[in-house]
């Protein structure tokens, strides 16, 4: 039907009636809201912005400040709610973005870089290359080799335990898989729920399996199965979900129902004894006794080949559009957002993540994140998390249901394991 | 309380379309000027156009797109996949089929659990008892309430852990755990409670509107022949609710079919909840979208909606006609 029409009339037809109609009202509005006109100002850089949370959105805005007084360029910050950002990333990309937008690094952003929806950006990197460690070299290219991101911040996954309760119990910090189940059992005996688990958000399951699969098949099968390259039927799959069947008993009773923030409270409260989080489980931490004493060590080995050299740390920084209306300026803005500097004034008023810089200035940092910090700088690879290192409509369509259903039924994961790979394969033809 | 009743019922009944503005008699066409007519064309012509831009070429948009897929990013990529994402949603889609399970169990809860508990309260609060209106506010407060902020009420009600069903019944311990919000045999029903609560209160409104519209001089002479009054309400008032009847079932129809808020707030259609309106969102909704894919469940749920409406509609207008 759409193809019989007249080409010109097709485009403003469809762009004007037919994406607010088929998308929903609203869609249009962001791309409309874009630019805001100071096209030609060569004093001025637009950049869209999803931190509307006001701790994040005042940390990037003193970076713009400072930005401004260092060489006299405005950054015209066009903040948006970041899940509506998020939501909208598509048609916003398409209409009239800004000169630089905020975005995440993995496959989330090596989709639009394919796409031709951003600016590949390897001069920028010519100058901050130096300041940044392999594996964010690695994270910030795209599947054409091209750079198109630079790095902010980031935040590792890890276990998170309370000192006190270890002390108490005489219990230590488990390096291998066998040390960590010998650790369930015996916290599950002292009556202590060994694992605090959340689900009802559906995203937290995601990252129990990338741990998982990560340790016992290493680093390039992980990248190739969330590609859709490796068959979720494979063996080695099947493996990391018999591990996990083998913690399950372990894990928080009633996940499916409990929010990640109820879960935290059970590990704050000391009921129980490990949870499996991003380093935001520290947030939940209000009692500064109690944050205090948090802390946190990395997933334990399962397989001695790959040891503990993969980090899950989601990384968030900054991407050039298609065709950015003063692209001298937006290289030069990308080329600060890459530098230490930058980074302190973000991380002074958003203590809870990390630099990507590796020559950052660590001296204000608290002990968590020292920790996180060494934690990223010395992993060999890096992942982002399910849903940014693999295709978001297959990871919140058919992975989040299909994990929260073998949390409550593990026996029945050969059949799911079928019905993931069918579904994944039709999803990865598509585009 | 009064403007709410009347604000309702229009919803209810079938609204006619917009632009249609009164057609001038033939006689008095002459009087009309220039600027009359084009205003009067203004009026009826831009309603029409939107009417058009947003609810038919969009619903006509929506089922071309069914037989495609197309992630959002430029016209050029969409392709022509026939019968493909049907095909795959029968066959494959996990979801699908408890989903049109679901949106059928809550169109058969809340035509039998509040519907006739509606008429009871409507009954009963049409004797002009005391303190009438304060029973009637009561009732009807949770529909003016929106879906959203029941959904956030009743998890309050329903959590698991701190909610108040398991604390006060001791069930939040590890053993004798009710996980009312996650498990799949106990989550569609804790919602249904939920949105029953609700509907309860909208049928009575409706019921209540139908009762005011009884003739006195029935009853009266009901009461004269002796008739008790279980005989009174079997007899004489259900029989002319009848109108009434057919905008209970009408709306009840459209509210199962229309199912999303609570559930998206309760706990976004996980498994044991999936509805077809969330399984459409949770597609089209994102940054890389599979808008074909959607597409063909909004037109799955656009088939079932004239499955059911179309013939009772014929059929009662055809009735209401013949009357």
Known sequence: ???????????????????????????????????????????????????????????????YA????????????????????????????????DDVFTWFAGYRMQFFAAKGLATPIDDVWQTIGGNFPEAMHKLSKGEDGKYYFVPLYSYPWAVFYRKSVFQQYGYEVPTTWDDFVALCKQMQKDKLVPIAFGDKDAWPALGTFDQINFRQNGYDFHVDLMAGKAAWTDAKVRKTFDLWTEILPYHQEG??????????????????????????????????????????????????????????????GFMMSKSPKNKAQAVKLLEYLGTSAAEDIYLKSDPSVVHATTDADTASYTTL???AYEMIAGAKSLTQFMDRDSRPDFTSTVMQPALQKFIRDPKGVDSLLSSIERQKKTIFASS | MSTQITEEIPEAATVPPPGAAPKAVHGHRRLLTRRDRLTLGLMAGLPTILHIALVWVTALASIALAFTTWDGIGFDSIQWVGLQNFKELFEQNPQFWPAVQHNVIWFAVLIVIPTPLGL????????????S?????????????????????????????????????????????????????????????????????????????????????????????????WQTFKNVIFPTLRPTNTVVLVVTIIEALRAFDLVYVFNGGAEGTELLSILVTSNIIGESSR??????????????????IVPYLVATFRKERRA
């Open chain 2, 291 to 308: 808008i074909g894919y959607g597409s063909a469940i909004a037109v799955v749920l656009l088939l079932i909606s004239l499955v059911v």
């Open chain 1, 369 to 371: 994140q020292k920790k």
């Open chain 2, 120 to 131: 009871f309260l409507a009954v009963q609060l049409d004797k002009k008892i005391r303190f």
């Open chain 2, 133 to 229: 209106r304060v029973y009637q506010t009561a009732f009807f407060l949770p529909v003016v309430m929106s879906m959203a902020v029941i959904g956030f009420v009743w998890q309050l009600i329903y959590n698991p852990d701190t909610g108040l069903i398991n604390s006060v019944i001791g069930a939040n311990e590890p053993g004798k755990y009710i996980d009312w919000i996650g498990d799949p045999d106990l989550n569609l029903w804790a919602i249904l409670i939920a949105a029953s609560w609700r509907h309860a209160g909208y049928m009575m409104i409706l019921y209540l509107a139908g009762l005011k519209g009884v003739d006195p001089s029935l009853r009266e002479a009901s009461a004269l022949d002796g008739a008790s009054e």
């Open chain 1, 255 to 316: 996940s499916t129902g409990r929010t990640w923030q109820d879960a935290a409270q059970t590990l704050a409260s000391k009921k129980a004894g490990m949870y499996m989080l991003g380093t935001f489980v520290a947030q939940q931490f209000t009692n500064k006794a109690d944050l205090d004493d948090l802390d946190f060590f990395a997933f334990p080995e399962i397989d001695p080949a790959f040891g503990q050299d993969t980090v899950e740390a989601p990384t968030d």
């Open chain 1, 66 to 97: 400072a930005y401004q007084k260092k060489s006299g360029i405005t950054v015209d910050v066009n903040t948006k709610d970041s899940n509506t950002f998020q939501e909208q990333i598509n048609s916003y990309l398409q209409g009239t973005p």
């Open chain 1, 1 to 63: 039907m759409l193809d019989n029409l007249p080409s010109p009339s097709r485009r403003t037809l469809l762009r004007g009636i037919g994406g607010a109609a088929v998308l929903g009202a609203g869609i249009p509005l962001l791309s409309a809201c874009g630019g805001s006109g100071a096209a030609a100002d060569p004093k001025t850089v637009t950049l869209g912005s999803k931190a509307s949370d006001p701790v994040p959105k005042k940390a990037f805005a003193d970076i």
